[in-house]
């Protein structure tokens, strides 16, 4: 296997990385995919199996030495299928566009007239354009595009098609196809119509590809009762974290780690009103074009790194790139003008303005963001309006001013002494202690933050 492995490294390299990148080449390790094989538990040894953008064909190979009769492929590259065809002759392999083309025109290519129970693979990532799909099927083009507007949403959309009842899907797509908004339709529906089995985080696994993926297998039909197995990629395992009813997710799919994952969220989604509750006026990017408006990196956690703090205004400036190891990283803007690298929140009443800033600086609220946006990415994102207001906010009468107090040393003090660390720790118990969090699960929360965020925001913590 070493052999295969090289050889396609070997062919893969010969390709350009531009058009690797634009038409979402990246083929899977050998190592990879033989987990992802040996997670599924095929039924039989006649089931039909069809990676539809094989590359060189590492599932085809790996499907065909588990003793498996009757597996396909299909590629758009003919030199990637005339590769697999040397390395598996008793394989049925095709060059053709499997994602522009229904499943009717797959099946006659293979001269077949079942569908298949088993499609597995890692499809390309690609932002659609206008000339990326080669379909008059006005439609699957609309669904398509409802769907988030990418080849492998198209991709998993056809092996849906070409899958018989009770069949299994397993691919490798991104994972913020996860909690992401713009896939918010397709997710519902395979919420509703199939019962996911397992997902598995695999993080930021190949080179050159941006984002984190997972490992996603369904099964046609919904089981009322399924739960989804999550999982994790670690030393060369895929390691059982825990299990959840499906039917607790109706959109977004948090990758809960653990048992107290899971009560933590329940927690804050029960006890607590979320930011939306409170906030008046506007959270979104800022738009000013101005050559002195405040940007992202101008920022520093409670000030601006070059000018005082600010007594007028009622604006709160967030650098809009998260980071896990930063966490938030915010100020009061006053009436400064801020760009489009800022997250500007508003509230009209600048006292209420410094406490949402306390709170949203503190380890509690960096965990929600981190565990429950962004599915525990270690990569930069975005601060979302969305995932803003979602917050659990609880407005506290007898801590208000208390808060408002650490948070006016913290923006006055010099940054990052050794006081002003004093006043970060008093800060983060007071928000442990308005949000009545248990011995047990703060112990969690500094344990969790502390293995993500840098060193640095952890003196006398
Ligand atoms: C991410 S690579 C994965 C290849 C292989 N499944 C693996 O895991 O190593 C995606 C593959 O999809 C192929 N591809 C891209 N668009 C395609 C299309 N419309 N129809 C068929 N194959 C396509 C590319 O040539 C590439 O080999």
Not at 89 to 100: F, R
Not at 123 to 132: A, C, G, N, R
Not at 327 to 342: K, R, S, Y
């Amino acid at each position: 296997m070493i052999n295969f492995d090289k050889e396609s490294q070997y062919y893969e390299k010969s390709l350009d990385l531009n058009y690797k990148k634009s038409n979402g080449i990246f083929y899977t390790d050998f190592n990879l995919a033989q987990l992802i094989i040996n997670e599924i538990n095929f039924r039989h040894s006649d089931v039909k199996v069809i990676d539809p953008c094989c590359g060189t064909g590492v599932f085809v190979k790996l499907a065909i030495d588990k003793g498996l009769n009757n597996v396909y492929g299909i590629d758009l590259d003919k030199k990637a299928v005339s590769f697999v065809k040397k390395i598996c002759p008793t394989a049925n392999l095709i060059s053709m566009d499997s994602i522009s083309c229904d499943f009717k025109q797959i099946m006659k290519r293979f001269k077949i007239k079942e569908k298949f129970d088993y499609v597995i693979g890692n499809p390309p990532y690609v932002p659609l354009t206008s000339t990326s799909l080669v379909t008059k099927e006005y439609l699957f083009l609309r669904q398509v595009k409802n769907y988030g507007d990418n080849l492998y949403v198209a991709a998993l959309l056809r092996a849906k098609e070409m899958l018989n009842d009770n069949g299994i899907i397993s691919y490798i797509i991104p994972k913020n196809f996860l909690h992401v908004n713009s896939y918010s339709f397709f997710r519902r529906e395979i919420l509703r119509d199939f019962s996911i089995l397992s997902i598995v985080d695999i993080g930021k696994y190949f080179k050159n590809v941006r984002g984190e993926q997972i490992v996603l297998t369904l099964q046609k039909n919904r089981n009322a009762d399924n739960t989804i197995k999550i999982k994790k990629l670690k030393n060369n395992k895929f390691e059982l974290l825990t299990e959840i009813r499906q039917d607790f997710y109706t959109d977004k799919i948090i990758l809960f780690e653990s048992k107290e994952d899971v009560e933590i969220y329940k927690k804050f989604n029960k006890a607590y009103t979320t930011l939306n509750d409170y906030v008046k006026g506007y959270v979104g990017r800022g738009h000013s074009k101005l050559d002195n408006a405040i940007c992202g990196k101008d920022i520093r956690k409670f000030g601006l790194k070059s000018l005082p703090p600010q007594t007028q205004g009622s604006q709160i400036f967030i650098q809009n790139i998260y980071s896990a190891e930063a966490g938030i990283i915010a100020c009061f803007g006053g009436q400064l003008q801020a760009n489009e690298t800022v997250t500007i929140f508003t509230d009209g009443d600048p006292t209420m303005c410094r406490y949402v800033l306390g709170l949203i600086h503190s380890k509690l609220i960096n965990f929600y963001l981190l565990k429950y946006c962004y599915n525990n990415s270690l990569l930069t994102m975005h601060v979302d309006a969305r995932y803003l207001r979602s917050i659990p906010f609880i407005v506290d009468n007898d801590n208000f001013n208390v808060v408002l107090e650490y948070v006016n040393k913290l923006e006055t003090l010099d940054y990052m002494s050794a006081e002003w660390f004093e006043y970060y720790n008093l800060l983060n118990k007071i928000v442990y202690r308005i949000y009545n969090l248990t011995e047990q699960e703060i112990n969690f929360i500094d344990n969790t933050i502390k293995k993500t965020q840098s060193k640095k925001w952890d003196k006398n913590g």
